[in-house]
């Protein structure tokens, strides 16, 4: 792996854990960075982990002992997919690719208008949107806007309503995208509109985020290049 990768690789995975340290404020629960990963000893939100590795070759005894593996779907976000955690009772979720894109405008033009997601009723409507009807929409709560580094981008369509959306995690490196989503059309249909609103607000910061899959077939056809693999493992 060149050196660039590594160093878009490290400050992807930072800001990732940034992005799962805001989500889990919004839900109240306060998680540490150290050293080598961010964790939160308990209870993470839904579809997030308990850790998340910062560095290559983390202490995997050491990063286990600071999150709740008695607790049912206790995971770990592997950012170099380096670790072995099946001694201690975790076993792959699945893999998946670091991306990136240099900052840059979308190669094709957004058919949506967008917006940042301001006051908790708007983030309640892109929230459904988003969960297209799996019920667990409550999982982004009003405190999330409260976050100056987050941002929850929003496509609407020509009816006003909620056809696309993203979250931006932003610091003074990158910016990482992470939900992308549309109510049809996939998301070859929010990218361009996410691609937009990210290069107008943030015009200088390459974006980073992690795909697999279909989702990651897109994500290459919207410009992104895969820079490196990271694993989720699953307690039990």
């Not at 490290?10 to 990963?37: I, K, T, V, Y």
Request: glycine share 10%; charged share 20%.
């Amino acid at each position: 792996m060149t050196a660039m990768k590594q160093f878009v690789i490290r400050a992807a995975a930072r800001d990732n854990a940034e992005w799962c340290a805001s989500m889990s404020r919004s839900h109240g629960l306060a998680g540490e960075f150290g050293l080598q990963a961010w964790a939160v000893p308990s209870g993470p939100p839904l579809y997030y982990p308990d850790a998340v590795t910062l560095v290559p070759e983390t202490d995997a005894a050491a990063l286990v002992d600071r999150i709740d593996t008695s607790a049912p779907g206790a995971c770990v976000k592997d950012s170099f997919a380096d670790l072995d955690l099946t001694g201690a009772g975790f076993k792959v979720l699945f893999d998946a690719q670091w991306i990136h894109r240099p900052a840059s405008a979308p190669t094709i033009s957004p058919d949506l208008a967008w917006d940042v997601v301001s006051g908790p009723d708007m983030l309640r409507a892109w929230a459904l949107a988003w969960d297209g009807g799996g019920g667990n929409a409550d999982l982004f709560r009003p405190e999330l806007l409260d976050d100056p580094a987050t941002s929850v981008l929003v496509g609407h369509s020509a009816d006003g309503l909620v056809a696309a959306g993203a979250v931006v995690s932003r610091n003074d490196l990158v910016v990482g995208i992470s939900n992308v989503f549309a109510v049809e059309g996939g998301a070859d249909r929010a990218w361009p509109v996410v691609l937009d609103a990210v290069h107008r607000l943030f015009p200088t910061l390459a974006v980073v985020g992690y795909e697999h899959g279909a989702d990651l077939d897109a994500a290459v056809r919207h410009g992104f290049k895969a820079v490196g693999p990271l694993r989720v493992w699953l307690h039990g």
